[in-house]
């Protein structure tokens, strides 16, 4: 048992050889824990909530041990330096409205969800490869957990609120690139975009808390039905289908009223 925090954990994260596990609370404390070696353990403290944090996939094995964080309206980035190793911390985004999930996209893309939309970015090309605006009518989306949620090679998926919107990823070669013209240049990923379904106009409305695939052609989803906005009336566990959320099951084990979402 690791017990880095005092405060509530935000969000933990492990790299694909599950060597190491970072953790982030809502004081601003963040860790990395190497779980082999308790010799190699990183802390830091911010003055800003750290809401969401990611470890960089190849985490164990890369020299400058990216770790991806989101705190406040910043995007934060910590990279090892090769001189000394200090860890220098650079900001992505800021005053953009503020941060609620922060993952890597594989080794060479990062995403996150703000109060304006999602945002895709490129670690390797340092720099901005799209962004998608959420939904103008889309509900108060502070009151529920924001999951960005990359399944290899291309696609990510944004479960938040009354809205899922799923994007394709695709690598640029370098042949498009210059037939696109040198506005392309650089450029590393291009991205296509799903229409975003709602989860209102479904047959049973709910607010998504939480979703994960569930083998290709359906979701399942942490579900909460609502007495208002922004307060609980049923939490289920549901298999809905992606292309329209219609539930395949649902597992209702919460029951309970006016429970505030943003304690889901």
């Known amino acids: 048992m690791l017990n880095n925090h005092i405060d509530p954990i935000s969000d933990v994260s492990c790299d694909i050889m599950e060597e190491h596990v970072g953790s ?15 010799q190699d353990f990183y802390r830091r403290e911010f003055d800003v909530p750290i809401y969401s944090m990611a ?9 400058d041990r990216a770790i991806l ?54 670690y390797t090309g340092r720099a901005m490869v799209h962004f998608v ?15 960005l949620v990359w399944e290899a090679p291309r696609t990510l998926t944004c479960g938040w609120g009354d809205w899922v919107q799923v994007l394709h990823v695709y690598e640029l070669r370098m042949e498009e690139r210059l037939r696109w013209g040198t506005e392309f240049m650089s450029r590393t990923h ?24 569930f083998s290709s052609d359906r979701y399942l989803v942490l579900a909460c039905t609502l007495e208002e906005e922004g307060y609980m009336k049923e939490l289920e566990v549901r298999i809905v289908e992606r292309t329209t959320l219609v539930m395949y ?10 429970i505030p979402c943003s304690t889901v």
């Open 190 to 213: 291009r991205v296509e975009v799903t229409p975003a379904v709602r989860t209102h106009t479904t047959t049973e409305p709910c607010r998504v808390c939480g979703i994960a695939p």
């Open 24 to 38: 982030s609370d809502k004081a601003g404390v963040v860790t990395v824990q190497n779980l082999s070696d308790e």
């Open 69 to 122: 964080l989101g705190g406040g309206d910043k995007v934060m980035l910590i990279t090892k330096t090769r001189i000394l190793g200090h860890r220098k911390i650079t900001i992505l985004q800021e005053r953009r409205g503020k941060v609620y999930a922060v993952r890597w996209c594989g080794p060479e893309l990062i995403a996150w969800a703000n109060d304006r939309g999602v945002q895709l970015y490129s």
């Open 55 to 63: 470890l960089h996939p190849k985490y164990s094995r890369s020299e």
């Open 249 to 258: 099951f649902v597992d209702a084990y919460i029951q309970n009223t006016s």
């Open 133 to 147: 605006s959420r939904p103008v009518d889309s509900s108060r989306l502070e009151f529920y957990r924001c999951s």
